[in-house]
């Protein structure tokens, strides 16, 4: 090995070690299992694959196709619907696909804002932009965090939009699709729900179910309450032949080319694990960020939505202006151990400095902690907040992580989630 190549190593190690001693909080990450992080480093990581299974451009993917066809097939099963794309490679790419799929430069997408917690594929300067599309946003209740269902019924019918999109980053509670369908009906719109964060949640029978109230094409991660390898995901249900081709168009060769597919691989066996283990870990997920709300309310910590129960997901939403704002926080938390980010709240205007954190509870949950350590947890992040030396509380949070660090909700449970596997 030469220095650099020993350096890097080192690094890489050093994360591994830091991360073993943390409480990782950010909503959008998660633990993959052993069994799915053996197949990225499988010869699959090497291979190319364009185009669909049986129809590939390339020779050498008897397997890969076999993998990917039942990849598909776990999907559909699990999410109870009848078009599963596993290619695209990200969840952004996935959202590329179907503005692709579903609308040409000019027409009218409705989403929500930046502020109200949409990504940022939805900006004028992500993949909406990029695809040239006029977005629109619906009306927000910030007292819910959650759309005004009259107004939003109202904008829809004088937009007409060509694509309704829901879903978001920080997605506390389930968007009133039910109460909306009638007018989806009345207006003809395709209904895009893009469920990067709450994956394994509908996978686990939380939240709601959009593919039953309305939705016809899913976008997705599949590594925040997933807990798969960074990659994406298309489901549908009841799409028409043309709109299935056109979403299988849309990402090869709109926007991949070969799929990474050790990625693709580690999603099958995901999906595999998942389809035992979702209920019980994204029952878990809820209770627990319902407890972490509760615990950190009692302290003084303004969660949003204490009249609801602050959250029906794996996610919080947090205003700590009082303390210095989400930057300051956030930066304390992460000198104590506790990772997270800041956030922006419905009324902030600006993203570098906003008034809030976010918080998710699904890694968390994925190495076994309960309500009783999101009390714990919510102790420690009230002390950082209430300004004690984060160094202090940092020795008090390796101490709770200590008896942590093993993965929960798979195949493999028990081994070490933040190994470091030595080669050589
Ligand atoms: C709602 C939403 N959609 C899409 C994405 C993008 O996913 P990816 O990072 O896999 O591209 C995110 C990422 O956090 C997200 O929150």
Request: proline share 4%.
């Amino acid at each position: 090995m030469n220095e650099e190549a020993l350096w890097i190593r080192n690094k890489v190690k050093a994360h591994n070690k830091w991360f073993e001693e943390c409480i990782p909080m950010i909503a959008s990450e998660n633990l993959m299992s052993p069994l799915a992080k053996e197949m990225l480093i499988s010869d699959f990581a090497d291979r190319y694959a364009e185009g669909l299974p049986g129809k590939r451009y390339y020779q050498g993917n008897i397997y890969v196709d076999e993998v990917e066809l039942k990849a598909m097939e776990m999907a559909k099963d699990l999410f109870e619907c009848s078009f599963a794309d596993v290619r695209p490679i990200s969840g952004t790419v996935a959202n590329m696909a179907v503005l692709f799929a579903f609308a040409e430069p000019g027409d009218t997408i409705t989403t929500c804002a930046l502020a109200q917690g949409a990504h940022i594929s939805t900006a004028k300067f992500g993949a909406f932009g990029l695809r040239s599309v006029e977005s629109v946003n619906y009306p927000f209740n910030e007292s819910d965090m959650n759309l005004d269902v009259d107004g939003t019924i109202k904008l829809l019918k004088e937009v007409k939009p060509k694509v309704a999109q829901f879903g978001l980053s920080v997605f506390l509670f389930p968007p009133p699709m039910k109460e909306l369908q009638d007018t989806f009906d009345e207006i003809g719109c395709t209904v895009w729900y893009d469920a990067a964060h709450v994956l394994g949640l509908i996978a686990g029978g939380q939240f709601h179910d959009p593919f039953r109230e309305g939705v016809h094409v899913m976008s997705s991660s599949t590594h925040k309450t997933f807990p798969g390898p960074n990659h994406g995901m298309l489901l549908g249900h009841n799409l028409d032949e043309e709109q299935e081709k056109a979403i299988y168009r849309a990402v090869f060769p709109g926007v991949t080319s070969s799929h990474h597919l050790h990625a693709m691989a580690a999603l099958a066996m995901t999906l595999a694990e998942q389809k035992v283990f979702a209920r019980d870990y994204a029952a878990q997920t809820v209770k627990n960020s319902r407890a972490l709300g509760e615990a950190l309310y009692e302290r003084g910590v303004d969660v949003l939505c204490p009249d609801l129960g602050f959250t029906r997901s794996h996610a919080l939403a947090v205003d700590v202006s009082k303390f210095g704002g989400g930057k300051t926080v956030a930066q304390d938390l992460e000198d104590a151990n506790i990772i997270c980010n800041k956030n922006m709240l419905p009324r902030d205007t600006s993203a570098v400095k906003p008034s809030g954190i976010r918080l998710g509870v699904q890694e968390l949950t994925r190495v076994g902690m309960k309500e009783s350590e999101m009390v714990h947890v919510a102790e420690l992040i009230s002390r950082v907040c209430n300004k004690e030396s984060p160094s202090k509380v940092r020795e008090d949070v390796k101490e709770l992580k200590r008896n942590f660090t093993k993965i929960r909700f798979c195949f493999s449970e028990g081994e070490e989630a933040y190994r470091f596997h030595e080669l050589v």
